[in-house]
């Protein structure tokens, strides 16, 4: 399989999995490891509650060593502590430090931060030459296309961060006020690559591996991240990987492995996070995984009430019984 370089870390060419809050914690970023994903990103970390001593912010940071290659996203509007908060990840040994300039998120684009610095390059700059200047390893931005269709300024955008010192940029083909709407446009990818000599990685509307492969074809992209086409189904990394080896689309995967991951989903977010925390984070899984099944919309109202392991257990088991 051919691999791409950012910086000095190789990445295989295949699909990563894209940074996503509150879903993209450590059992699922290990779980999508375990089916082939190539690269894996934590979810986002405040810069500034990294420089205050927040616990919980802390251990955002923490990478197993199967999660390798792996890059940790900040999020901030300032750049001194942007700057500050790169030094302080420098002691997880990061392989990459990703800068979140995408988010569309009200709650963080109502501070600056995320895909609102869109709308101010000149900060951008700034706060990706401070994370440039103190980190020990390579330093990517995932952006978006725009802030809105009236002002799509990903090129632009994306030049000015090359010449900030950023290894790499990640290209959401949709505007902030799209949030997770319409269509991804990936010509705007195919743009950014053709205007830029560092990797671009492409994301948007990636849901199978035929789409993964369309999006190589079509955008000249070097890596393709795969975010909500990941929802209920981690297993499409290697779906993608078989496809793009062979040419050929791996057999539907059965209800009975379907529910076996589901199963070592929910037992790794416990394991992790504690049966009662790890549980309720769990629902929203369940409610991806039974997608499309026979009852699901009753299934999915049930799912309210997974408060233990063995309730999902027994989820899992009437599902097959049926």
């Excluded at 195919?190 to 999006?215: E, F, L, Y």
């Excluded at 393709?224 to 689309?249: A, C, D, N, Q």
Aim: aromatic share 8%.
């Amino acid at each position: 399989m051919k691999k791409i370089s950012i910086g000095n870390i190789k990445i295989e060419k295949t699909s990563a999995l894209a940074p996503m809050a509150s879903v993209a914690d450590k059992s699922y970023r290990l779980l999508c490891r375990e089916f082939g994903a190539s690269y894996l990103v934590s979810e986002m970390i405040s810069s500034k509650g990294l420089c205050f001593g927040d616990k919980k912010t802390a251990k955002l940071c923490e990478i197993e060593q199967q999660e390798r290659p792996m890059a940790l996203q900040i999020f901030g509007e300032e750049p001194v502590y942007m700057g500050k908060a790169a030094y302080l990840l420098n002691r997880y040994k990061p392989d990459i430090i990703d800068i979140n300039m995408g988010c569309p998120v009200p709650k963080i684009v109502g501070n600056g931060s995320g895909s609102a610095l869109m709308k101010a390059p000149k900060t951008a700059f700034d706060i990706a030459k401070e994370v440039v200047r103190y980190a020990e390893c390579p330093v990517t931005v995932k952006i978006r296309a725009g802030w809105d269709a009236d002002s799509i300024n990903a090129v632009e955008f994306a030049k000015n961060l090359e010449q900030a010192g950023v290894s790499a940029i990640a290209v959401h083909g949709r505007t902030r006020n799209q949030m997770y709407s319409g269509c991804a446009d990936w010509d705007i990818i195919r743009q950014v690559k053709r205007a830029v000599s560092i990797p671009v990685i492409g994301n948007g509307d990636v849901k199978t591996p035929q789409d993964c492969k369309d999006m190589y074809d079509q955008t000249g992209c070097d890596l393709v991240m795969i975010g909500r086409g990941s929802y209920g189904k981690p297993w499409i990394f290697r779906e993608i990987r078989h496809y793009l080896e062979t040419g050929e689309l791996l057999p539907e995967i059965s209800l009975e492995e379907k529910m076996q991951v589901m199963l070592r989903h929910g037992k790794m977010l416990c394991e992790y996070k504690g049966e009662n925390q790890g549980m309720k984070e769990m629902r929203k899984n369940v409610a991806w995984y039974i997608k499309g099944l026979p009852n699901s919309a009753k299934m999915r109202g049930d799912c309210g009430l997974l408060n233990e392991y063995s309730d999902l257990e027994q989820m899992a088991q009437q599902i097959l019984s049926r």
